[in-house]
């Protein structure tokens, strides 16, 4: 099919017709472009609109098709032959379809791909929580949270404890390397906080991150000596899945914090939710059904234990004693409740 001698041929009938391109578009209900592109040969009409044009010029179709009138001795043998053109023209234009949808899935694969290969890089396993526990012969605490991202590193120990009353003089927190003690941190206090804001260099985890976990260690100071303790570390979650499961649900008697449990992060009997923008840590202990709250840009703490207390602290102010609160009345209490509660769930 010729489809320049199909254009002339349309154009030939428009003009014995004395019709405009506008005039034709106006009668057949269609574009003056698409007249224009026909007639220049840059493409055929469809099929109804062919229809309409043999109708309007009182011709075949198989005519228009073949670009000029037929003899009546021609229009049999010619119309076999402009059906099989008809039938070849439309299977190039569905190779066309077939080969535009191939493409359109190639495209959304790489795009797929290309996030897929970003989140990898920038966000895979970037942000890790660990448990921290404090287990020694003497003295305990089992409340500790580290927070390692790219950028920062939160540690804490909240409040280490003496199993037969001894008085703690000092900690100190250090990890060894190649048998040398590197200390990262000294305080005369029991509540142990290592954050940006007080006090600590990010040193301690650059490089092998994983080997240096495995070799922290506590040196607690008190009156008859030294107790040195190695810190166990547990990772409780990373932000490794494309998509975040709701592993667990719990607290079913605290209907209340349901909205906070469920975006929670578990593992065992222990939940964590930190609010990155805000920088707040949500703790959950199963077992103790406790809440733990560490607002890193405040230097506060809260242990919340639902109908029994509340316990508050300021980690980076030493001369403040923990605050225990019964009482949900208190001002301290209603202040909780309304800066990290009411607001958060």
Request: one cysteine or more.
């Amino acid at each position: 099919m010729d489809q320049s001698k199909v254009g002339s041929f349309l154009k030939e009938l428009r003009l014995e017709k004395k019709f405009s391109q506008e005039d034709l578009a106006e009668q057949l209900h269609i574009s003056r472009q698409a007249i224009s592109k026909w007639e220049n040969g840059r493409g055929i009409p469809d099929l109804e609109t062919l229809q309409d044009l043999s109708s309007f010029y009182h011709i075949t179709i198989n005519e228009i098709l073949a670009g000029r009138r037929f003899s009546d001795k021609e229009v049999e043998k010619e119309s076999e032959k402009v059906t099989k053109e008809i039938l070849k023209v439309q299977e190039t234009q569905k190779k066309k379809i077939h080969r535009l949808g191939f493409l359109s899935i190639l495209f959304f694969i790489i795009i797929l791909f290309l996030f897929l290969l970003y989140y990898f890089l920038t966000f895979y396993n970037s942000f890790k929580i660990y448990r921290v526990v404090l287990a020694g012969e003497k003295f305990y605490d089992f409340s500790g949270l580290l927070i390692v991202t790219k950028e920062e590193i939160y540690f804490q120990l909240n409040n280490i404890q003496a199993k037969e009353g001894d008085t703690i003089q000092k900690v100190t927190l250090y990890y060894l390397e190649n048998g040398d003690q590197r200390k990262i941190y000294t305080d005369t206090d029991t509540v142990l906080a290592y954050t940006p804001t007080y006090g600590g260099k990010n040193i301690f985890l650059i490089g092998t991150k994983e080997d240096r976990l495995k070799d922290l260690y506590l040196d607690v100071t008190y009156e008859g000596g030294i107790e040195t303790i190695p810190l166990e570390i547990t990772e409780i979650y990373t932000n490794n899945l494309l998509f975040s499961s709701n592993k667990d649900t719990f607290l079913r008697d605290l209907k209340k914090y349901e909205p906070l449990t469920r975006k929670m992060n578990c593992e065992e009997d222990y939940c964590t939710l930190f609010l990155e923008k805000e920088n707040i840590m949500f703790s959950y202990q199963k077992e103790t059904q406790t809440f733990y709250v560490d607002d890193f840009m405040k230097g506060y703490s809260w242990v919340y234990r639902k109908g029994d207390y509340l316990i508050f602290y300021h980690f980076q102010n030493q001369s403040e004693e923990p605050i225990y609160i019964t009482d949900e009345t208190d001002p301290l209490y209603q202040r909780f409740q309304k800066e990290y509660l009411e607001k958060y769930l």
